[in-house]
C-alpha cells in the first residue's frame, strides 16, 4: 500500500531525490542568499563603531586640540570679517578631514596590508555595506569635535551662534565625500605606507586651504582649493555666520557635498571590489 503526500507532485519528488543524492555524493550544499544592503550596512556600522570606541577617542581629541589651537593661532592675526569666518568654519571641517579622511585612509591601507579584507570578502554581505559602515562610524566620531571647534571659534572671533544648526547637514555631507575619498586613497594605494602619507596629504591640503582665507591665495592655489571636497562645507558654514546668509548659496555649497560624497563613496565601493579579489 502507498501513500502520496498531498501537494508534492512526482517531478518534485525525482528533484528531491536528486538533491539529496547530489549531497550524498559529497558536493557543497548551496550557499542562503546574499544578505541585503541596509541590515549589512547596520551590521557593519555597529561592529566599526565599537571597534574604534577606544582606539579612536584619544585620536579625536586630538583632532579638536589641532583646531581649537589653530584658531588660538590665527586669533592673533586675524580681527574679523570674512577672515575670521573662514578660520572658524575651516577649523571645524579640518577636524572631519582628520578622522573621515586621514584615519581612514589608513585604517584601508592597514586592512589591506594585512589581508582583513579576505575576512570581509567571505562574509555575505555587499561591499557597499563594508564601505559605507566604516565610512559612516568614522564619521560619527566627528560630530562632537566639530561642534566644540565651531562653538569656541564662533566665541573666540565673536561670530553669530544662532546659525550652527548648519553643522548637522555640514557634518555628515562633508563626511560623506572625505570618508570615500579617504577609504578610496586607501584602497588604492599599493603600500601601506602610501596610504599614510596619502591621508595626511589629504588633511594638509584641507588644513591649508580650508582654513586660510580664499581671498588672500593665488589663483592657481585658488583653482585647486575648488577642487577640494571639503571646501563646500567649508563655505556652507561660513555662509551660516553672516547676519543674513544666504540660504540658496549655502544649500548649493552642500549639494556639492552630496554629489561628491555620492561619486567618492561609490569609486571606495569599486576600490574596495578591486582590492578584494586580488
Not at 580681527?79 to 578622522?99: E, I, K, N, P, T
Request: with cysteine; net charge positive.
Amino acid at each position: 500500500m502507498s501513500a502520496v503526500t498531498t501537494g508534492v507532485v512526482p517531478g518534485q519528488s525525482r528533484e528531491r531525490g536528486d538533491t539529496r543524492a547530489r549531497a550524498g555524493d559529497g558536493e557543497a550544499a548551496p550557499l542562503g542568499p546574499r544578505a541585503r544592503l541596509l541590515p549589512a550596512l547596520a551590521a557593519v556600522y555597529r561592529a566599526q563603531l565599537s571597534r574604534a570606541r577606544v582606539a579612536r577617542i584619544p585620536l579625536l581629541f586630538v583632532a579638536t586640540f589641532q583646531s581649537v589651537g589653530i584658531m588660538i593661532l590665527m586669533r592673533g592675526v586675524v580681527d574679523g570679517g570674512d577672515a575670521a569666518r573662514a578660520v572658524v568654519s575651516g577649523s571645524s571641517v579640518l577636524v572631519v578631514a582628520f578622522v573621515a579622511l586621514n584615519l581612514l585612509a589608513q585604517y584601508f591601507g592597514q586592512l589591506r596590508a594585512g589581508g582583513g579584507l579576505d575576512h570581509y570578502a567571505t562574509l555575505p554581505v555587499p561591499p557597499a555595506a563594508v564601505v559605507l559602515g566604516a565610512a559612516g562610524a568614522y564619521a560619527s566620531f566627528t560630530v562632537p569635535g566639530t561642534a566644540v571647534t565651531a562653538v569656541v571659534g564662533s566665541v573666540l572671533f565673536k561670530l553669530p551662534l544662532g546659525h550652527l544648526w548648519v553643522l548637522a547637514a555640514v557634518i555628515p555631507l562633508a563626511g560623506a565625500a572625505l570618508s570615500g575619498l579617504g577609504a578610496a586613497l586607501g584602497l588604492l594605494a599599493p603600500r601601506q605606507e602610501l596610504a599614510t602619507l596619502a591621508g595626511q596629504l589629504g588633511m594638509s591640503a584641507a588644513l591649508l586651504l580650508g582654513v586660510l582665507p580664499a581671498s588672500h591665495m593665488p589663483a592657481p592655489v585658488a583653482l585647486a582649493r575648488d577642487l577640494l571636497p571639503s571646501t563646500y562645507g567649508v563655505e556652507a558654514l561660513a555662509r551660516s555666520f553672516d547676519a543674513h546668509p544666504d540660504w540658496l548659496l549655502v544649500a548649493a555649497d552642500l549639494g556639492v557635498c552630496a554629489a561628491v560624497g555620492v561619486a567618492s563613496l561609490a569609486a571606495a565601493t569599486w576600490a574596495f571590489r578591486r582590492a578584494a579579489v586580488r
